[in-house]
């Protein structure tokens, strides 16, 4: 399985550090936040990795390389202009190949196992979701049964919303009626979950949307306190 690292965001939010750096470079305890992925990958078992990237992404390929120092292959899909996530997904396809996918947002920080991703999934994707952080507390979908509904909050109570993660399972043919250009991932996995085809999990250990100087703080802590 294959493995894409979605790093093509502008980390406003941490602003002016990411005006010359970007965000998947900006480094906890001295290592930049990508590297962590791409060895929690690599231990893993995922070897094949694609990396989308826009702002300032020459850096990223610059300090990353063809992956060789991690154990792993990478190739980059470059993107000109903001695709969100969508469309920077569709845009990597004709590189992912036609088989389910890992892909995780370079911008959080978690210890999730991403080796449980490797067993077969059925449906069209399988979402990774967490207990809803401080700064997200309605949550984004609803787990039941192994399977994601997208009730609204007002039908629910938050403690049965859960916050998606930024790590999930997709196959390629979610994407099946997509065209070129920007959109958001989104709208597609709604419309599976309305057919039942979107079945997820609840990681219950770390996970840090590492978004702001505070989140980066946070993640520093937790290191700090692994060293």
Sequence with gaps: MKAMILAAGKGERLRPLTL????????????????????????????????NHAWLGA???AYLGDGEQ???????SAEGEPLETGGGIFRALPLLGDQPFLVVNGDIFTDYPFAE????????AHLVLVENPAHHQTGDFCLSEGLLTDAP???????DRYTYSGIAVLDP??????????????????????????SGELHKGCWVDVGTFERLAEVEQLLAAEA
């Design 59 to 61: 850096q990223i390929e």
């Design 173 to 198: 043919a979610l994407f099946n009626n997509c065209t070129a250009g920007a959109f958001k991932l989104a709208p597609l996995l709604r419309e599976a979950m309305s057919r039942g085809q979107v």
């Design 70 to 76: 991690f154990g792993v292959s990478i190739v980059y």
């Design 20 to 51: 010359h750096t970007p965000k998947p470079l900006v480094r906890a305890a001295g290592v930049p936040l990508i590297e962590y992925h791409i060895r929690a990958l690599a231990a893993a078992g995922f070897t094949e990795l694609v990396i």
């Design 117 to 124: 991703l490797r067993k077969a999934h059925e449906g069209l």
């Design 153 to 159: 909050a007002s039908a629910n109570t938050a403690a």
